[in-house]
């Protein structure tokens, strides 16, 4: 993990210029042996600088905006699917560091108006809207493929064309929907998700397309 080593080692010299940290964190710094290198090297300085413990939330605050989704290209899949690994990662970090850091056997969360409660807090809501912005731009695509995939059907119904032609073109609208899951599945796995996340992207992906299935041809009928 040298990559990281050098990011955590330059970060460390900058403590005190919360600006030149930023930039050297919110570059596109990929991953190293499977580890979003900039989730943890932000992890890494904030507990080399006790920042967990600290009143204050400046720098935390200042850090997170750049998680924000809607300060980036929101429709580029592979950019929101690099933030959802480098923010669910980053959270999962802070968690089992407070875990640690717990008196009992079973931590309690730490207070939404401790330090510590304010970070998660803030890192979870930014988790959520990528996820969602995510799954809202994959919707939509399916969307507009399901709906190429059932018009042959719809329109077999009332004009008569040969049966060959309808099952080609339906053939090749179903097979862009499975390279589109093929790509996404790729996305993700390039991007190191957490395999839990990518679970719950598929599982709502088929219940939406399911839904949109069952809706068109109730319409139809």
């Given at each position: 993990?040298n990559?990281?080593?050098?990011?955590?080692?330059?970060a460390?010299?900058?403590?005190e210029?919360?600006?030149?940290?930023?930039e050297?964190?919110?570059?596109?710094?990929?991953?190293?042996?499977?580890?979003?290198v900039?989730?943890?090297?932000?992890y890494?300085?904030?507990?080399?600088?006790?920042y967990?413990?600290?009143?204050?939330?400046s720098?935390?605050?200042q850090?997170?905006?750049?998680?924000?989704?809607?300060?980036?290209?929101?429709?580029?899949?592979?950019?929101?699917?690099y933030?959802?690994?480098?923010?669910?990662?980053?959270l999962?970090?802070?968690?089992?560091?407070?875990?640690?850091h717990?008196?009992s056997s079973v931590?309690?969360?730490?207070p939404?108006t401790s330090?510590?409660g304010?970070?998660?807090?803030q890192?979870?809501?930014?988790?959520e809207?990528i996820?969602?912005?995510?799954?809202?731009?994959l919707?939509?695509?399916?969307?507009?493929?399901?709906?190429?995939?059932i018009?042959?059907?719809?329109?077999?119904?009332?004009?008569?064309?040969?049966?060959?032609?309808?099952?080609?073109?339906?053939?090749n609208?179903?097979?862009?929907?499975v390279?589109?899951?093929d790509?996404?599945?790729?996305?993700?796995?390039?991007?190191?998700v957490p395999?839990?996340?990518?679970?719950k992207?598929?599982?709502?992906?088929?219940s939406?397309i399911n839904a949109?299935?069952l809706?068109?041809?109730?319409?139809?009928?």
């Amino acid at each position: 993990m040298n990559l990281v080593i050098q990011r955590i080692e330059e970060a460390l010299n900058i403590q005190e210029n919360a600006g030149s940290f930023i930039e050297i964190v919110i570059e596109d710094l990929g991953f190293s042996y499977g580890k979003p290198v900039a989730a943890v090297t932000i992890y890494k300085c904030l507990v080399n600088w006790n920042y967990f413990q600290a009143e204050r939330t400046s720098l935390f605050d200042q850090l997170i905006q750049f998680f924000d989704p809607e300060n980036d290209d929101q429709h580029n899949n592979d950019k929101m699917a690099y933030w959802l690994s480098q923010a669910s990662t980053l959270l999962f970090l802070i968690q089992q560091s407070l875990n640690l850091h717990g008196a009992s056997s079973v931590p309690k969360p730490p207070p939404p108006t401790s330090p510590s409660g304010k970070i998660k807090m803030q890192l979870t809501a930014s988790l959520e809207k990528i996820y969602g912005i995510l799954l809202d731009n994959l919707k939509e695509e399916l969307r507009l493929l399901l709906g190429l995939c059932i018009q042959p059907m719809l329109k077999s119904k009332k004009v008569r064309r040969s049966q060959q032609s309808v099952n080609v073109s339906q053939v090749n609208h179903w097979r862009g929907i499975v390279d589109r899951l093929d790509t996404l599945s790729n996305t993700l796995k390039e991007n190191f998700v957490p395999p839990i996340l990518v679970q719950k992207i598929f599982t709502q992906l088929f219940s939406f397309i399911n839904a949109q299935l069952l809706n068109r041809h109730e319409n139809a009928m």
